[in-house]
């Protein structure tokens, strides 16, 4: 497999925080995976063979190792690793096409014995070492989806009778039944019993499995319960098994991750050697694109990872909060892992259908895990349930219940000295100091208290006349440039406050202003800029008195942005450049004050070596806009021509010739802000509004569809998170990021269709549909349909993003 994808088909992921103690031992950790795992595929093809039944050699050796224990607290005989380290083997044992039941027998099993059901005095302790050790195979008897088994007292004794179904690993030593008492009124089990596997009375049918294991079908017919066997009961029996799947939900998601990462890998290595029509088959874009969606859903199974270890480890976390978190990424990774590897056959032609092949093993195994504790449905809506909401609409990502927000205290922080710094206001608050929900509270009541309600949710791009004296506040608070570092006038906030800053503007309503020049232009010129610079353009950005339009696209020159032919000579003087041509797409530079502009300043250099990167002041002579009217009736996009324009040398950024360079930082910056999970977290906002206002909020089928998107955004903040924080460093964004900006306009456009198509009548009106309900007000049902339509094209269209990635992630031939 290449290393231009990495090995698990993807580029590293950001580390979260001050994490390199851990990352040093997972690291360890995974060398010691890969070796064991050196046999390949060969043993698991004679796992299958034997029938599937548990290598009892390896699952020893699994104990030997510690993988058994990660989980389980010190005191109780284990590592006390947490989630992550066994995240972090799971992952690996999935890339290697492993056959154990690590999640099953091993995370899910030991979770339970070490949880509060266990009973002191009972047999649980010692069962625990054996599991730890793995000198025993255990194995849990529960389908929370059917009546449990019953535990009876008859006088002589306790008795289980009953059935349960789809237990894994018949064969194993012991079975763990979770059943009911006799008698008892309870919602679920309440008893927990650790039964022989050949206790009389247990009849066990097994059930084959696509990769060769087997499913239990258990009947327990009067089975005697052996003295010291009832490990727990009560109330925490229930909750220790809702633990125990959670935690096992989590492993699954990261082995389903790691077959996704090497089936992605396997097929680039086929995209790259395998020859059709007399060159590499990766070479024919439609593969070599659809190799990218692979590695779209690999990227984003793998943030959705991330993200719920996070979610799981947070202190302040409810139960409700932390069950979410596992099962959305466990529907992310199964369904990612499925659709690779089906992706992979088709990619792999016949080959890939023949059981000579490895690729049959990995999708059979990732059937079986995504099939093991309920499918990518059931835990999206389980997800959905769970998940707290906001406006009838599912979250973006978790947070804070908002009525629990409301009661932070909200006195503002000290707000800034009323003497600007070199660039703007200083930021005497250190933001990054406060939890999210504190500084969540701060925003919202600034938002709430000051933001005109008459803007609020406009249908349309506003016009700086409509919404200057509110960005304006914003410049005098210094919250202008909440991405900016503190030093050059910013806000400077870290990767979850811009989550949290962006939400709330969503979630209020607050339309963008042409901000450009905070997104593209600062980021710009602290990688590019002298120091003159930064001094000359920095405060009029921040100030608001400078606002900047794009200048890129040419009628000639749109995704092939290299071939531009708008030409800047310097005169004769030097101290001039003068510009002809033209571009187009421009949006709203009929209401903004500046350009930046990418100009050809040597026409006999090929493509992108001869051109440079200008800031150009757009009241000069010379200059002609010309709105364009879109297909919605709005006039936002314009075409602007240069006839004899001068501009300052001093106006241009970076070397002469070298302007792709500043070209390419600034299509990064604006990749990431276009792949925010703002735009599709406001559009899931409007689909609750349209539902309530159509009465069909809490419909079943309208409901799975809504889980399914909310997660796509949830996973997209997970995304973004990893970069926001390159990003906030001021490290250079690497062609990746473009993952941002093909799921985040891909995901808006999908809601935008759910809310037209939700609308019914109302879905074809042009403007203001109302009034809705529960205060809803009036809605602009194609408002979303509109705004996301071009949104895969501009920033360079979607089919761009997925060439660049192809070649330079994947490094598939060109």
Request: hydrophobic share 45%; glycine share 12%.
């Amino acid at each position: 497999m290449s290393t231009a994808a990495g090995p698990r088909g993807d580029t590293a992921a950001e580390p979260r925080g001050d994490t390199a103690p851990v990352d040093a031992a997972l690291t360890d950790l995974a060398a010691v995976v890969d070796r064991v795992g050196a046999e390949g595929t060969a043993r698991t093809r004679a796992v299958r063979e034997a029938g599937g039944r548990v290598d009892r050699a390896m699952w020893r050796r699994f104990g030997d190792l510690g993988w058994l224990g990660l989980g389980v607290p010190e005191e109780l005989g284990g590592a006390g690793a947490g989630e992550r380290a066994v995240a972090a083997v799971a992952e690996r044992l999935g890339a290697g096409a492993f056959p154990e039941p690590y999640a099953a027998c091993g995370v899910r099993v030991a979770t339970l014995l070490a949880g509060p059901a266990v009973e002191p005095g009972s047999g649980a302790p010692a069962l625990l070492d054996d599991v730890v050790a793995g000198t025993r195979v255990v194995t849990l008897a529960h389908d929370p989806g059917a009546a449990p088994p019953t535990l009876t007292d008859d006088g002589d004794g306790y008795v289980l009778s009953g059935r349960v179904r789809w237990v894994p690993v018949p064969a194993a030593d012991t079975v763990l039944v979770a059943a009911v008492v006799d008698g008892t009124d309870v919602a679920g089990p309440d008893v927990l019993v650790a039964l022989p596997r050949d206790v009389p009375g247990l009849t066990v049918t097994t059930i084959p499995l696509a990769d060769g294991g087997h499913l239990a079908d258990l009947h327990l017919d009067g089975v005697a319960v052996p003295a010291g066997a009832v490990l727990g009961r009560g109330p925490a029996v229930a909750r220790s098994l809702g633990e125990a799947t959670d935690a096992a939900l989590v492993a699954v998601a990261a082995e389903l991750t790691g077959i996704a990462g090497h089936v992605l890998g396997m097929t680039c290595d086929h995209l790259r050697t395998r020859e059709q029509f007399g060159r590499p088959i990766g070479a024919f874009q439609t593969l070599a694109h659809r190799a990218v969606d692979m590695w779209v859903q690999v990227r984003l199974a793998r943030a959705a990872l991330d993200g719920a270890l996070d979610r799981r480890e947070f202190p302040g976390a409810t139960a409700d909060e932390r069950s979410a978190a596992a099962s959305g990424t466990h529907a992310r990774a199964c369904e990612a892992a499925t659709w690779v590897c089906r992706q992979a056959v088709q990619l792999h032609g016949a080959l890939g259908f023949s059981d000579e092949h490895d690729l049959g093993l990995y999708l059979n195994r990732a059937i079986v895990l995504a099939s093991s504790l309920g499918g990518a449905e059931a835990h999206r809506r389980r997800h959905d349930a769970l998940s707290p909401r906001v406006a009838g609409a599912p979250l973006a990502r978790p947070a804070a219940d908002p009525a629990a927000v409301r009661e932070v205290p909200t006195a503002a922080p000290r707000r800034g000295r009323s003497v600007a710094p070199e660039f703007g206001v200083a930021q005497e608050q250190d933001w990054n100091a406060l939890s999210d929900e504190e500084f969540r509270a701060i925003v919202r009541a600034e938002f709430e208290a000051h933001h005109p309600t008459a803007i609020r949710y406009p249908s349309r791009r506003l016009y700086w006349s409509e919404q200057s004296a509110w960005f304006e506040r914003m410049s005098a608070k210094g919250w202008i440039a909440p991405n900016w570092p503190t030093r050059y006038g910013g806000m400077g906030l870290g990767p979850s406050k811009l989550l949290v800053f962006g939400e709330e503007q969503e979630r209020w309503g607050i339309a963008r202003f042409q901000d450009q020049g905070v997104r593209m232009i600062g980021p710009a010129l602290f990688e590019h800029g002298t120091p003159e610079q930064l001094a000359r353009f920095l405060p009029g950005i921040l100030s608001c008195a400078d606002r900047y339009c794009q200048g890129y696209s040419e009628p000639g020159a749109g995704s092939d942005l290299a071939s531009l032919r708008t030409r800047a000579r310097l005169d004769e003087t030097g101290g001039h450049y003068v510009v002809d041509g033209s571009k187009i797409w421009t949006t709203m530079a009929h209401d903004v004050t500046h350009m930046l502009l990418l100009a050809r300043t040597d026409p006999d250099a090929q493509r992108q070596r001869g051109i440079s990167f200008f800031l150009l002041e757009l009241n000069v002579p010379g200059v002609t806009v010309r709105p364009i009217r879109d297909i919605a009736g709005h006039s936002e996009l314009c075409e602007v021509f240069f006839d004899g324009v001068r501009i300052p040398a001093g106006n241009r950024i970076g070397p002469e010739n070298q302007g792709w360079t500043v070209g390419k930082s600034v299509l990064s910056a604006e990749r990431i802000h276009i792949g925010s999970p703002q735009m599709p977290a406001y559009a899931l906002d409007r689909l609750a509004r349209v539902a309530r206002a159509r009465g069909v909020q809490d419909d079943p089928v309208f409901r799975s569809r809504v889980a399914a998107l909310a997660l796509d955004v949830a996973h997209l903040s997970d995304a973004y998170a990893g970069f926001a924080a390159t990003f906030v460093r001021g490290e250079p964004l690497g062609p990746d990021v473009s993952l941002l900006k093909i799921w985040a306009t891909e995901t808006t456009q999908r809601i935008g269709e759910l809310i037209r198509d939700t609308a019914g009548p109302a879905g074809a009106v042009v403007g203001p549909v109302g009034p809705g309900q529960d205060g809803d007000g009036d809605i602009d049902v194609l408002d979303v349909f509109y705004k996301a339509l071009p949104s895969t094209i501009y920033g360079g269209s979607n089919e761009i993003q997925r060439s660049i990635i192809a070649k330079q992630v994947l490094g598939l031939p060109t």
